[in-house]
Structures are given as structure tokens and as C-alpha cells.
């Protein structure tokens, strides 16, 4: 079936330092999503993205959508400690149906 | 209510027991999702329901698990004679989507259920 892997798995910070993920597909994906889980929490909802080469931002967050629809990334510009959480990306082939999620990506920031 | 409520937050069970974790979603959400969470995983895909009916139950791993949603709204999913390697949180989320629409499919998850087989 349909994997959505995720690299790093797990990245360690200083305050300050910029962060990326990566999201990868074998096949060309929907619509992807991004979810935020903080440590002993629940993912949240953070950005859809549905078209190819699509640039979303947030604030300090940036969200890309490949120009083949097969990989996403997320960059937080200048981590903060808030920032701290797993990071998900999900697939959504869309039309109120279900999300695969990816792996995740860890993301530890110290002072 | 204000978000997705789950309960019990904790359950811990032994091999062979039956167990039913319950789901209130936000009001007026029709999607209404199952995932479980194993440590350092993403949430794995379980069941979802559009109204009262499942629509993809392509994800219960075995026929120990099943989901209801009598009226639309609270779920339950139930598991029988647990087993060791069903101990994960189990999490719920709601979203307005309806079928057949597009757009962003936005879920709202809960705090979800750690189940612990003994």
C-alpha cells in the first residue's frame, strides 16, 4: 500500500537554527497535510497543500509541495522551544476520505 | 462540545479481556476517524465512519476489532480478547467533510486512549 516516508527521523537543534522535513512518496500523492503532535499530545492540524509546487507559509513555517507530487518538506526558519513536537506529514487523496500518515520527524530544541 | 472527547484516557487490561473505548466528537462533525499510535509511530489507520455507516473499515487489523456509530454522532471501538500487541493509543478525530466534497479535510483530534495489555 501506499507508504509516505519521512526523513530525519529525528533532529536535535539550538534555539535559533533553522529545522527542515522531508516527505517522500513512490507515487504521486493527492493533496498532502501537515500535523503537529507535541510530546504526550495529539497531532494538530497545521496546512493542506493541493497543487504542484505549491509554497505555503506560517509565520516561521514554510510548507513545499514538489512539482511531482511525490515530496513535501516543512523549514521552520529560527527555531524556538515551542517548536518542539513530532512532525507529520499525512496523504489525503481527498474527497472525505482517509489519511496515511508518514513516519514523522522528532524535533528537540535546547537553549 | 468544544473538541473531540475520549474516553477512558487510560485502560489497562489483561490478555483475553474485552475492552470499549468511546468517542464523542465535536458536534455536527458527519467524518469520524480511528487511529492507533504505537510509541514513535505515526497514527495508523483504522476505521472511518461518514454518518452512521463505515466507509473504509480497511485498516482493523483483525476480526477482534470493531467499530460502531449507531446514530451518527459517539463511536465506539471495541476489541475483544485483547492481545499484548494491541497496547497503543488509540486515537479519535472528527471532521466536517462530507462525501463527495473537496477541500481541505481538516480532523480534529482527541487526546486519545492509551490501552496497556497486561
Known amino acids: 500500500g501506499q507508504q509516505v516516508m519521512q526523513i530525519p527521523q529525528y533532529q536535535h537543534v539550538q534555539e535559533g537554527e533553522d529545522f527542515t522535513t522531508y516527505c517522500n512518496s513512490s507515487t504521486t500523492l493527492s493533496n498532502i497535510q501537515w500535523y503537529k503532535q507535541r510530546p504526550g499530545g495529539h497531532p494538530v492540524f497545521l496546512i493542506q497543500?493541493?497543487?504542484?509546487?505549491e509554497v505555503k507559509k506560517q509565520k516561521r513555517l514554510t510548507f513545499q509541495f514538489g512539482e511531482a507530487k511525490k515530496n513535501s518538506s516543512l523549514h521552520i526558519t529560527a527555531t524556538q522551544t515551542t517548536d518542539v513536537g513530532t512532525y507529520f506529514c499525512?496523504?489525503?487523496?481527498?474527497?472525505?476520505?482517509?489519511?496515511?500518515f508518514g513516519t514523522g520527524t522528532r524535533l528537540q530544541v535546547t537553549l | 462540545g468544544a473538541g473531540v472527547s475520549q474516553t477512558p484516557s487510560n485502560k489497562v487490561t489483561e490478555k483475553g479481556k474485552y475492552v470499549e473505548l468511546r468517542c464523542d466528537p465535536i458536534s455536527g462533525h458527519t467524518a469520524l476517524y480511528w487511529y492507533r499510535q504505537s510509541l514513535g509511530q505515526g497514527p495508523e489507520f483504522l476505521i472511518y465512519f461518514q454518518g452512521t455507516g463505515a466507509a473504509d473499515d480497511s485498516g482493523l487489523p483483525n476480526d477482534r476489532f470493531f467499530a460502531v456509530r449507531p446514530e451518527g454522532s459517539v463511536s465506539t471501538l471495541k476489541i475483544q480478547r485483547t492481545e499484548r500487541g494491541d497496547s497503543a493509543v488509540y486515537l479519535c478525530?472528527?471532521?466536517?467533510?462530507?462525501?463527495?466534497?473537496?477541500?481541505?479535510?481538516?480532523?480534529?483530534f482527541g487526546a486519545g486512549s492509551r490501552l496497556t495489555v497486561l
Open positions: 478525530a472528527s471532521s466536517l467533510m462530507q462525501s463527495g466534497s473537496s477541500g481541505a479535510n481538516v480532523l480534529t
Open positions: 499525512a496523504e489525503y487523496p481527498g474527497t472525505a476520505s482517509k489519511l496515511t
Open positions: 497543500l493541493v497543487k504542484s509546487g
